[in-house]
């Protein structure tokens, strides 16, 4: 362009020397473009730079150092923060910990009791695994959720035609598992992923058919001061944490300092249920194993109607707090990131037992730190016999596949004592540990229509009147 500049004066036709101009003139445009695209370029190119670098600092030295923690320095209390990855901490949670540090141990035990009773029972969130088809369980949940307070995520269980054996991870013991087990195995694999990716704070999983008290956000809340005078009481410390940079790892940090009276535990509003110490914590077993059973704390909890048996000793209204001796049946637990993360691992090796097997495999060989509750504060219901839903097959989705409507002729006794009782729930029968003091789904007529059960019948179909 610069010859064009030097023929467009030499003396040209003015009309060529105009075409000249204009050309010069759009190339000049084009210098400008080319101008803003390189300038575009370079910020852009500094920015990727710049947060890379920030995050390489926020490595080094947000997740290696000791973390700022609630109410002092102790090593104890290090141990027992959570500690999500450095992108997290970025969502405005700084503020909140300067205050914090401001708090007495009192202080602190107050608001952990308080967060531990809130509408997610403490835990980061609460995920709920149904069927497609159970829109009868999601009712049921969502009528319990709404009296209880409790704020329930829907998890989508993994049906029967999800299920391909080329996605399965291998077995030793081919041909074990029911299509459902596997399904439901998957469904819950599904959130340990999720939480092992995103290193999620512990969450609480319950499967569809989950029942519990009306006063559940209080029973958790009185649980939680208990709960951590249990792990000071067994001289717990954090369990091995192998996701990328955690202090917690053994592996690179060495183990734990042994547990020192001096510094007990103390609570910790963030993590109410300090999850650093374990990897499981059942709330909602059928039936657990008799192994550590003599790892227990014993508390006074109203709600909870006397005259258990808890391994040969007769119980008054307490709960027992107890190290894990391995349950059956995942109706509600809670897990850590390191639980989800062993569990994955287990079950991508070999998957040669359904989910509550595997599990406690590893509680068993005590490589899963688990601990739970007798009795569980949360149950399974079913419906109560004689209102024609055995014959649907409603009570187990294991089994899986089609399923008939009830027949027109079906033998059902049972509406008398829905006419009685306002409902058709009730607990799993075969489950014997099961105390309410009062179970949400038994007071739903009460609570939500405000009558009498026996006003339930004037709602009926009566053929006298025919209305
Ligand atoms: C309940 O408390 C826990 C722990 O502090 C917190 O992570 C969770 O977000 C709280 N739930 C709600 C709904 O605020
Ligand atoms: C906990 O540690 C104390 C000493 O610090 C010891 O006396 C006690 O037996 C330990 N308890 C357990 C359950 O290990």
């Excluded at 509750?373 to 009570?395: C, D, H, N, S």
């Excluded at 609570?447 to 059960?453: D, L, M, Q």
Aim: net charge negative.
């Amino acid at each position: 362009m610069l010859m064009g500049e030097q023929t467009g004066t030499t003396g040209h036709s003015w009309s060529s020397i105009s075409a000249i101009i204009a050309h010069w003139r759009s190339y000049r445009h084009i210098h400008r473009i080319a101008l803003v695209i390189f300038v575009l370029l370079t910020i852009f190119v500094l920015e990727r730079y710049r947060t890379a670098l920030a995050s390489t600092f926020q490595t080094s030295s947000e997740t290696r150092d000791p973390i700022a923690v609630p109410g002092g320095n102790s090593a104890a209390q290090q141990e027992n923060h959570y500690e999500p990855y450095p992108e997290a901490t970025n969502q405005g949670g700084g503020g909140k910990h300067e205050e914090e540090t401001q708090l007495t141990p009192e202080q602190l035990l107050e608001l952990s009791q308080t967060n531990a009773g809130n509408s997610t029972l403490g835990f980061h969130a609460i995920k709920y695994i149904n069927m497609k088809a159970r829109y009868d369980r999601e009712d049921a949940m969502a009528l319990q959720a709404y009296m209880s307070g409790l704020d329930i995520e829907d998890y989508p269980a993994v049906e029967a035609d999800m299920i391909d054996p080329v996605g399965m991870p291998p077995t030793h013991r081919p041909g074990k598992l029911k299509t459902g087990e596997k399904g439901c195995w998957r469904a819950h694999a599904n959130i340990w992923s999720e939480m092992t990716r995103h290193r999620l704070p512990p969450i609480l999983i319950l499967e569809s058919d989950a029942a519990w008290d009306l006063n559940i956000r209080a029973i958790m809340s009185r649980l939680n001061s208990h709960f951590i005078s249990f792990l000071n009481q067994i001289n717990s410390t954090a369990v091995h944490d192998p996701s990328f940079g955690s202090p917690n790892n053994h592996k690179v940090h060495g183990p734990p300092p042994p547990y020192s009276p001096d510094k007990p535990i103390v609570a910790n509003p963030d993590d109410p249920w300090l999850s650093a110490h374990w990897d499981l914590f059942s709330v909602g077993q059928c039936f657990e194993y008799t192994q550590d059973h003599e790892i227990k704390l014993v508390y006074d909890d109203e709600s909870v109607p006397e005259g258990n048996d808890y391994w040969g000793q007769k119980m008054g209204k307490e709960r027992v707090i107890r190290k894990s001796g391995g349950i059956t049946c995942t109706t509600a637990y809670a897990i850590s990131h390191t639980g989800a993360a062993k569990l994955l691992l287990r079950s991508a090796l070999d998957l040669d037992n359904p989910v509550d097997l595997l599990m406690r495999r590893l509680v068993m060989s005590r490589d899963l730190v688990s601990y739970s509750l007798f009795p569980p504060v949360v149950a399974q219901w079913e419906y109560i016999g004689g209102i024609g839903m055995g014959e649907r097959g409603a009570q187990s989705d294991i089994n899986g596949g089609k399923h008939k409507d009830t027949p027109e002729n079906a033998h059902m006794p049972g509406w008398k004592d829905v006419k009685d009782t306002g409902s058709i729930w009730t607990t799993k029968g075969h489950h014997r540990d099961v105390a309410f003091d009062k179970m949400a789904l038994k007071e739903a007529w009460t609570e939500i229509i405000g009558e009498e059960p026996k006003k339930f019948e004037e709602s009926l179909y009566n053929p006298e009147t025919g209305n």
